[in-house]
């Protein structure tokens, strides 16, 4: 499949846009791990704060002031696995892990932004901004914008030119306050549909031709996501599922694991195990939508079930 990492619950965005073989489009980290051998140092976290100044190390080293954030140096299955608040050096020095590294508490939005570059200069990006939630490393949903932010385009045009020269293809970048935090070579699946008809094929064309050929006319939709507690085996009713993408204003739903695979074996955040995403329109719809969704699973427990996401 040209279509490179796509998981079982988003072939729905894929299965449609045909795609040269020869092509390869990758949705997920580990496949850009071997299809851009040069560029793998972009998921050294180390890296990423040390092209901005930002302080960090690994474990084992002294920060020089708490709070600090702590998480994996690399992480490529995602969802924020490991992550954590250390609040002081008592706290670190009983919490040391091999592989994990700190860098500052970064404050301000979370902000997702996926870029289309064509030879190292972006041609084109969007911006979806995550509102937290209570439980630890989630969000209860995000906000995919149709309006531009200049002043983060502005750091994130020159971070680029400095770090992703010559490079074609989709990419996606977050940050907090407006300092990167992670660098994906590959799009943020979770919300492409909400992009619009013929992003997609404009991305094939990207990665075929090295053109972005794109006309879209921009609408602000919402991605709302379904949790419930770690420890449990869920199962869900997929026919009453189906029912739900029907209603006004939703335009897809992921039951987002697979129910062939052990709970323990998805990669989750901290704070929840990720049961659902409704994209949409309407957050005021995709907010309903999460609550009877909620009612259809079993073994997860609907009580349970949280209106929260960790970043994917």
Known sequence: MPFL???PWRRQYFEGQPCPDDVPVPVDDPPTWDLYPDRRWLHNKLAICGTQGLP??????????FPVFSKPIYNLRGMGAGGRVIASHEEYLSSLTPGHFWMPMLEGPHISTDL????GAVAWCRHTTGVPAA????FDFWIVHA???PELERYLDAWIAQNLQGFTGVINIETIGGRIIECHLRMADQWLDLNGSGWLAAVVELYASGAWRLREQRRTGYSVVLFGAHGLEPRVDRTAVAALVGQAGVSSIQITFDEGRPAPAHAMPPGGFRLAIINCWDLGVGQQVRSALAGLFSHAGAKRASPAESFD
């Not at 690994?58 to 020089?64: F, V």
């Open 5 to 7: 990492g796509v998981a």
């Open 56 to 65: 960090h190390g690994p474990h084992g080293t002294t920060p020089s002031q």
């Open 116 to 119: 289309a570059l064509v030879d």
């Open 135 to 138: 439980a630890q490393g989630t």
């Open 147 to 149: 309006q531009a932010m």
